[in-house]
Each structure stands twice: as C-alpha cells, then as structure tokens.
C-alpha cells in the first residue's frame, strides 16, 4: 500500500502500471500492488533526466562562440568549476573522468532541489536513490583502476609490508566496501532530514520561516551534490594513482 504518491506518480500509476509492471518483471521483481507499480522515487528520477536531457538540447542546438546565451555562460561555470576540482584532485587524467563527475553533480543537485517544487518530492530522500548513485561511484573507480593498471591494481589491497598482507586485504576490502555505504548515507539523511525540517515549519507558519528553510534546503542540496562529487573523485585519484 503507497502511503504517499505525488501527482505525477498517480498520472503513471493510473496510465502506465502496465509499463511499469513490465520492467519489474525483468528484474524478477513483482509490485506489491500491481495497480500501483510506480514509486515516487523511479517517477521523479525518471523527471529529473528528462528535465536534463531537454536542457542540454537546449543548450546544444544554442551553443554560440560569439554571442553565447545565459545557459551556456551557466554551464560553462559549472563544467570550469568541475573540471578544476578533477585537476585537483586526479590529475593530469582528469579530462577523461570529467563527463562522470559533472553528470553526478548535475543529476543529484536537481534530485536534491526538485523538492522544494511544490507537489514534488526529491527522490534522493528515498535511501534507493543515493544508493544506486554510490554504487555507480564505486563500480566507476573500480573499473577505471583496473583499465589502468589491470590485475597490478588489486595490489593496493596488499599493503607495503607482506607478511601483514592478509591483514591489510582484510582492512582494505572493509574500507571499499564502506564507501557506497557512506556516500549513500551521508546524502540520504542529509536530505530526508531536511525535507522533514522544511515539512514542519510549513506546517507552522506560511511565510518567514519556510523562505528561510527553504533557502537552507538549497545551500545543503548543493553542499551534498558537490560533496558526493568530490569523494567520488577521490575514489578515482586513488584507483589511477601511479603509485600503484
């Protein structure tokens, strides 16, 4: 039984539960209501790419050397930004990584401020959503590392000293394996807690209080969008590392 269903949600619910029962039954997963197969979080992802995918036409059918637009003044800040933080952190191989971290910048911090649209929820406060991000994260740095330095690259777990060999695998697979579940708990609860704060305040008062949330709820959602990138390219400075 979904105790809340956005608009949207209802629209999909309503008009494609046969799609949506479809593509669980690839997955061998089956809805527990299969009137309702569509959850709030898979509907408002499925908007915030579409939302992404009709900006960047938009901003490539307006791309301009001489006379560049608003957008493309926008965008060009934020892939500068982005690119500097990859020189930064990985390197001079930081070009090749870069489409990665700018496409997980770009995709959670509208996750994170679609909520302040009324009638719309963020999907990145259902723990799905980060989680899938993270995972992503660590199959990326993991597979660039391997590409890179092929069966050379499971050294790290090693360790310098050999004979503490085993207890350094031991010590280095815990550490991995703890890095999508920190980067999914960090930026699910940052944003459950604060889509819940703005939640009750609207429920107290209509004006000051919720505009002041509200402006905080965007500062944290751009804060956890550009954390999660920059651990991200920390994961990936330490997989191409040469010292490997």
Aim: net charge neutral; proline share 4%; aromatic share 14%.
């Amino acid at each position: 039984m979904i105790t809340h269903e956005v608009w949207l949600t209802r629209l999909f619910n309503t008009y494609l539960a046969g799609i949506g029962n479809w593509l669980l039954a690839l997955f061998r997963l089956t809805a527990t209501d299969t009137k309702q197969p569509w959850a709030d979080f898979v509907v408002m992802q499925l908007l915030v790419a579409a939302i992404m995918i009709v900006l960047f036409l938009i901003l490539r059918g307006s791309l301009s050397v001489d006379k560049p637009g608003k957008l493309q003044h926008l965008f060009e800040i934020v892939h500068g930004f982005v690119s500097e933080q990859a020189e930064e952190q990985v390197g001079h191989e930081s070009s090749h990584h870069v489409v990665l971290f700018e496409t997980l910048f770009i995709f959670i911090l509208f996750a994170n401020l679609i909520g302040i649209i009324p009638m719309f929820v963020s999907p990145t406060q259902f723990v799905y959503v980060p989680a899938g991000c993270a995972l992503l994260a660590f199959l990326y740095y993991n597979i660039v590392g391997l590409k890179k330095h092929g069966f050379k690259y499971g050294m790290q777990f090693v360790g310098p000293i050999l004979f503490l060999a085993p207890l350094m695998i031991l010590i280095e697979i815990i550490s991995h394996l703890a890095r999508p579940m920190s980067l999914t708990i960090r930026l699910y609860a940052n944003m459950f807690a604060g889509e819940r704060v703005t939640l009750v305040f609207l429920g107290l008062t209509y004006l000051i209080m919720p505009a002041v949330f509200m402006g905080l709820h965007v500062l944290v959602s751009a804060l956890q969008a550009y954390i999660f990138m920059l651990l991200t390219m920390m994961y990936v400075a330490g997989a191409v590392s040469e010292e490997h």
